[in-house]
């Protein structure tokens, strides 16, 4: 194998890849990037045996059609520190050794060969679902926030992604929860798509949202019960789905909450920050005391002090007091779209809806704290 390539799209190519790979990994190989060079193209591919990465970019000259395996984190090291822009050749000497050659520096790394690289088969399902890159994006950063990091109860431990109907729509939904609080978010699809209901894992999703932020145009999405495809842009993430069942999150949609603040987004989040700053245990909760025109916050620490603070708010109902832990509320502000943010209540003691004016077809629920 011997090619030359444009050192800024290895380096890009090689970042993409390296995000998936364990950074201690029992199995040498797993923390290697598989390179292949055939067809006049180079494939850059990665793995930690329940995600696979591949992507496919161009290459200036390949010399010798080949492949080879080499530490991950060296290579990647490496290129980050070679002049950008210049051009890098990679060939391999022999069975266990690739030479990087890049102006007037010279490496040699060695190899493990492509044969032990495990191969995982990428068989999902004929249907395929094409959504919007930006719209799935979207999604996953409204759903991620609500993602539980409790493993005890693993299948909460990621997105629950599924088909839904609204008034003869199809959406394909997104919904995560800890328990203590839920977010959702969908988007439009065709009606006559088939999509089987996974849950896609954390690791997964820090991953495509990292590749969404950087692709534009369309994303196709394949997937049966135990395994999802991503493809977009030359790349193919895929990824095997949590084993477990998705508790039935439609009992905790609050259907009667009809007292409602409306808060400036950027005066509610600000505020929540200042306050907050007294207290370092989130079990301490922050106050909300509600009134018909104004919003008082208050944090109060038997370790550090108070703080407390009013903004304009507009309520259609009567005085209350509730309180929720305050990293919640920012976590929900930074997805809000829209310049005001909307509550809508039962009573002190029953989950909040919060809605964006600007997305329909988001929301998040809150349960409060008893403090």
């Known amino acids: 194998m011997e090619f030359t390539i444009n ?12 995000g998936i790979i364990e950074k201690k990994s029992t199995l040498p190989i ?102 919007s890159s930006g719209k799935l994006l979207k999604l996953l950063n409204k759903t991620k926030i609500s993602i539980s990091n409790d493993e005890t109860r693993h299948y909460l431990n990621g997105i629950y992604l599924h088909k839904i109907k609204v008034e003869n729509k199809s959406f394909l939904s997104g919904v995560a929860t800890d328990s203590h609080r839920l977010s959702s978010s969908s988007l439009e699809i065709e009606q006559n798509i088939d999509f089987e209901p996974i849950i896609l894992p954390k690791k997964t999703i820090f991953q495509l949202i990292n590749l969404l932020d950087k692709n534009t145009g369309v994303i196709k999405i394949s997937n049966n019960k135990s395994k999802i495809k991503f493809e977009m842009n030359g790349s193919i993430l895929i990824s095997k789905v949590i084993d477990g069942r998705f508790p039935d999150y439609s009992k905790v949609i609050p259907r009667d909450n009809e007292k409602v603040l409306v808060i400036k987004l950027n005066e509610f989040k600000n505020s929540i920050e200042r306050v907050t700053t007294v207290s370092s245990d989130r079990k301490e909760g922050l106050k909300m005391n509600i009134s018909k025109e104004m919003l008082q916050f208050l944090v109060r620490s038997p370790n550090s002090g108070e703080g407390i603070e009013n903004i304009k708010a507009k309520f259609n109902s009567s005085d209350i007091s509730v309180s929720f832990n305050g990293r919640y509320l920012i976590d929900i502000a930074s997805q809000i779209e829209n310049d005001s943010i909307v509550m809508n209540f039962k009573d002190a003691g029953s989950p909040v809806l919060i809605k964006d004016l600007s997305d329909n077809n988001s929301f998040h629920v809150v349960m409060p704290m008893k403090i």
């Open 7 to 18: 050192r800024d799209v290895l380096l890009q190519s090689i970042s993409n890849a390296y």
């Open 30 to 131: 797993l923390s290697n990037i598989l390179i292949e060079a055939k067809d006049s193209n180079i494939k850059i591919t990665s793995t930690d045996l329940d995600i696979i990465y591949s992507e496919k970019i161009n290459s200036e000259e390949i010399k010798r059609e080949g492949s080879t395996t080499t530490s991950a984190s060296i290579l990647h090291d490496i290129l980050r520190k070679i002049e950008p822009n210049s051009k890098v050749e990679l060939s391999l000497q022999d069975s266990n050794k690739l030479k990087i050659l890049s102006g007037n520096s010279k490496f040699n790394l060695l190899c493990i060969s492509s044969e032990n690289f495990p191969i995982v088969d990428d068989k999902t399902n004929d249907k395929i679902l094409e959504v």
